[in-house]
């Protein structure tokens, strides 16, 4: 048997998934990085405490966001961890309630428009490109139901209000008042 590539069961069966379709999901820019990796291109300077509490597991597009877990108390179980997305242009927000929430959210058809700015389907590399697509996001579809017995989910039907408002109290922490106003306005909260 092989090395297991985390410590969390369900990323290991998403990468075992990810190996065997040519490491790309039908997400649109979702890609996992090295378990562990380094996380001084994470945050730079950022506390010790702060980055304790983050685990960053994958890219979430292509331009450079990603996706962490948010060890929000001291649970065993890091698959059941709220999902942070970081945005590349300083979006920042709770995009799931756990990992299975994210990966139904992962396996959502994006929106038909989103699929014509990304595929040129009047060139025949852009039509093979997005039949490629439409063949891994159904792929993707069957393992969610076979693993975990789950479908897709829309934006629309995440679970994530509780903890936007914990993510916030713990961010104001470490924040300067600056960084607390930017984060508090990003998710939407009341700053109190």
Request: hydrophobic share 40%; charged share 30%; proline share 5%.
């Amino acid at each position: 048997m092989r090395d297991a590539y985390s410590p969390v069961p369900e990323l290991n069966l998403l990468k075992e998934f990810l190996d065997r379709s040519g490491d790309h999901l039908g997400a649109i820019g979702f890609e996992l990085f090295d378990w562990n990796d380094d996380l001084d291109w994470f945050c730079g300077a950022a506390p010790d405490a702060y980055l304790d509490r983050l685990i960053p597991f994958a890219y979430a597009t292509s331009s450079g966001s990603y996706y962490a877990l948010w060890r929000c108390d001291d649970r065993s179980d890091l698959a059941t961890l709220p999902v942070v997305f970081f945005g590349d242009e300083g979006d920042l927000r709770i995009e799931a309630a756990d990992l299975r929430e994210l990966f139904q959210l992962l396996g959502a058809a994006p929106d038909p428009e989103e699929l014509d700015d990304l595929f040129d389907t009047d060139d025949p590399e852009g039509r093979e490109d997005r039949e490629r697509f439409d063949v891994t996001l159904a792929e993707y579809q069957a393992w969610l139901r076979r693993e975990f017995g789950l479908a897709p989910l829309d934006a629309d039907e995440q679970r994530v209000g509780m903890h936007t408002l914990r993510f916030t109290h713990w961010i104001a922490e470490f924040a300067d008042e600056g960084l607390l106003r930017h984060v508090t306005r990003t998710l939407g909260v009341q700053q109190g």
